[in-house]
Antibody
Framework: QLQLQESGPGLVKPSETLSLTCSVS??????????WGWIRQPPGKGLEWIGS???????YYSPSLKSRVTMSVDTSKNQFSLKLRSVTAADTAVYYC????????????WGQGTLVTVSS | EIVLTQSPGTVSLSPGERATLSCRAS???????LAWYQQKPGQAPRLLIY???SRATGIPDRFSGSGSGTDFTLTISRLEPEDFAMYYC?????????FGQGTKVEIK
């Protein structure tokens, strides 16, 4: 059974870079046709898609975050990562990694989420 | 970018009642790429419906999805106590994913 687990600092200072990693177990991150994604949820608010990366490295980002986001895949570690630059308090959120279904593109596997707070 | 607008923002109902949640898209969405999720406090979202009307594995048949084009609906035929939660719709198109802002189903 596929499992995803987010990891990274829980506290980031304003203007710095938020870095998170999602470790994948129970399946290979380099399996054909799979995307891997990041979604966030500010406290008390709704879900926001951040971006998705194809198993071969192609990236797709939310237009509202595109200028600050970089995603990458590390097949040797079976992980994928998120970097969000120049963070502000508005970036405080629970960050989820998830895998979209390769046919219908719904998210059928989710990590438990990790809270990242932006504060000095 | 396709914007999804969910209504109502909050609905107050009693157990046993029927819930009808709406998701309206700013542009036409392929029915294959419209999904619904349930989220409870402190938990990751749980997939309920994909392809607009297909129930995910293990989802009770009191949950049903319908719609096409720009108008989609999630119906809960008879609310059980565990169904009081947040519900989100989500679409995929042109390599972009978006979520609606959510509907809260609360106990009346």
């Amino acid at each position: 059974q596929l499992q995803l687990q987010e990891s990274g600092p829980g506290l980031v200072k304003p203007s710095e870079t938020l870095s998170l990693t999602c470790s994948v177990s129970g399946g290979s991150i380099s399996s054909n046709s799979y995307y891997w994604g990041w979604i966030r949820q500010p406290p008390g608010k709704g879900l926001e898609w951040i971006g998705s990366i194809y198993y071969s490295g192609g990236t797709y980002y939310s237009p509202s975050l595109k200028s600050r986001v970089t995603m990458s895949v590390d097949t040797s570690k079976n992980q994928f990562s998120l970097k969000l630059r120049s963070v502000t308090a508005a970036d405080t959120a629970v960050y989820y990694c998830a895998r979209p279904n390769p046919y219908d593109f719904h998210f059928d596997n989710w990590g438990q989420g990790t809270l990242v707070t932006v504060s000095s | 970018e396709i914007v999804l607008t969910q209504s109502p923002g909050t609905v107050s109902l009693s157990p046993g009642e029927r819930a009808t949640l709406s998701c309206r898209a700013s542009q036409s969405v392929s029915s294959s790429y419209l999904a619904w999720y349930q989220q409870k406090p402190g938990q990751a979202p749980r997939l309920l419906i994909y392809g607009a009307s297909s129930r995910a594995t293990g989802i009770p048949d009191r949950f049903s999805g319908s719609g096409s084009g720009t108008d989609f609906t999630l119906t809960i035929s008879r609310l059980e106590p565990e169904d009081f939660a947040m519900y989100y719709c989500q679409q995929y198109g042109r390599s972009l994913w978006t979520f609606g802002q959510g509907t809260k189903v609360e106990i009346k």
